[in-house]
């Protein structure tokens, strides 16, 4: 057991990018690029709740992600956001020079048969994802997550909002928090697996589900932590830190 009472060792991957962009005026052009990261919300109230966040991105997958049981088990929860399997399967050694390495989506795998807590928050690079590249449904976490992906790019955009419906609203993993979400712009489209629990949904869409593998919890959010799926109404919600607080709790609950 390595959480401290309410307070979790939280393991992030995900959430940033490289943006290289062309800019063209007539004749010329020239080229920039930026990095840019989409959690800052999310982890300034993990931070300002007292847990310990270590936070993975994008590119430091391969060099920084755990790759023992050893190490997976040092956190209660790991939250998977916006990044593709691709750069958990393909470390530099495999890719780069054809060495054998540990499957890492694999180890996850165990880690929450173990007991630990995975949750996985949508994206375009989350569950299926843009052009069906994330690609999750094809490796270990299918069995994991309590739901079942599509074979296709599976997003769907809402420029108008949608309106989540929370269905279960005693559930204890919303912490008491309102069922009146602020809209969301869009999701992932996920079937719910038997034996799951669908908390909150959009129409006939699942956005919060749950469910337990082994010894462990698994938590789908089908929608995002950040734009632009998830817009300033909904990271600046006042009941946004307890909402996750809570989510993480929840799936972290049978380590600690």
């Known amino acids: 057991m390595s959480a401290r009472g309410s307070q979790l060792n939280v393991l992030v991957a995900g959430e940033s990018w490289i943006k290289h962009t062309i800019h ?16 800052g919300a999310f982890l300034e109230c993990l931070a300002a709740a007292g847990h310990a966040v270590t936070y993975v991105r994008g590119h430091e997958i391969s060099s920084r992600f755990p790759r023992s049981p ?9 939250v998977i956001s916006d990044i593709g399997s691709n750069s958990f399967l393909l470390p530099d050694e495999t890719f780069l020079r054809s060495e054998k390495s540990p499957n890492r989506l694999g180890l996850v795998a165990d880690y929450v048969g173990r007991g630990g807590g995975l949750v996985m928050i949508g994206g375009y690079l989350s569950f299926t994802g843009i052009d069906g590249k994330a690609r999750y449904g094809m490796t270990p976490l ?14 769907i955009e809402m420029s108008d909002g949608l309106k989540v419906d929370v269905v279960e609203p005693g559930h ?11 809209p969301l712009l869009g999701y992932n489209r996920v079937l719910p697996k038997p034996g799951s629990v669908v ?6 869409d699942p956005m919060l589900v749950t469910g337990e593998y082994g010894e462990g919890r698994a938590v789908a959010f ?22 996750w607080g809570s989510i993480l709790s929840w799936a972290a609950q049978a380590r600690t």
Do not use: N
């Open 24 to 39: 063209m005026k007539g004749f010329d052009q020239f080229h920039t690029t930026e990095y840019e990261e989409g959690a």
């Open 70 to 78: 050893e190490e997976l088990d040092a956190f209660d929860v790991i």
């Open 142 to 155: 299918a069995d994991v997550l309590p739901v079942a992906m599509l074979p296709h790019d599976d997003r």
């Open 172 to 182: 204890p993993i919303l912490g008491g928090t309102p069922a009146a979400w602020p």
């Open 199 to 204: 908390v909150a949904r959009t129409g006939d």
């Open 222 to 243: 089908a929608s995002d932590l950040a734009p632009h799926w998830a817009p300033p109404e909904f990271v600046e919600w006042v009941h946004y830190p307890a909402l």
